[in-house]
């Protein structure tokens, strides 16, 4: 099990209005995929790990977003690919989730931590089975992903595939693990 996620100091907390409204800006030109705006920003000088009040960080909201040029430019400037938000998700949750095959390659290409899990124990390879994400599902265990991890139930990738629901996944895991249904 994961330690809890760092409390960091939000942006509210020590800035003075005009520069929180250009901070809020830059979270804003990254929900929206300006890569090349953001790109000038880093060469500037702006922090590639900078976090909202939810710590979500530039990363994070441009691999949930589905931003690649965006998320390869803050990779580039030095965005860790495994900071963690508030809720304890890295990027590479953010992605599997979203199911964007891109981001999940660029990200692990960057040094992602295939083995991610959340506070709960759920890898990046578990909630790609819940999802029925079999390309996914191929690409982590290509990557590395532990086919016998568990988390903090129990619960393996291909028991959480069942408990959705999950036919293809499911199927794809069971022959892997060399199952019958």
């Known amino acids: 099990m994961q330690d809890p996620p760092e409390k960091h100091t939000t ?3 020590t800035l003075d209005p005009e520069t929180l409204a250009f901070v809020q800006s830059v979270f804003d030109l990254v929900r929206r995929g300006e890569a090349e705006r953001l790109g000038t920003l880093l060469a500037q000088g702006l922090p590639p790990d900078l ?3 939810r710590g979500d960080s530039l990363l994070m909201l441009a691999s949930y977003h589905g931003h690649l040029e965006t998320a390869r430019q803050l ?10 938000n508030d809720q304890g998700q890295t990027p590479l949750l953010g992605a599997v989730f979203k199911g964007d095959v891109p981001m999940v390659e660029l990200l692990l ?4 931590d295939v083995e991610s899990a959340g506070p709960d124990g759920r890898t990046a390879l578990m909630m790609a089975a819940m999802f029925n994400r079999t390309a996914l599902v191929e690409l982590l265990l290509a990557r590395g992903a532990n086919l016998q991890a568990r988390d903090v139930r129990g619960l393996s990738a ?4 069942r408990a959705m629901g999950a036919p293809d ?4 895991l069971q022959k892997l693990l060399g199952q019958t249904s």
């Open 109 to 112: 290409a960057e040094g992602a």
């Open 51 to 53: 976090r909202n009040e």
């Open 169 to 172: 996944t499911t199927a794809q």
């Open 11 to 13: 942006a509210a907390e």
């Open 75 to 84: 990779l580039r400037y030095g965005a860790d690919p495994d900071l963690r």
């Open 158 to 161: 291909l028991d959480a595939a």
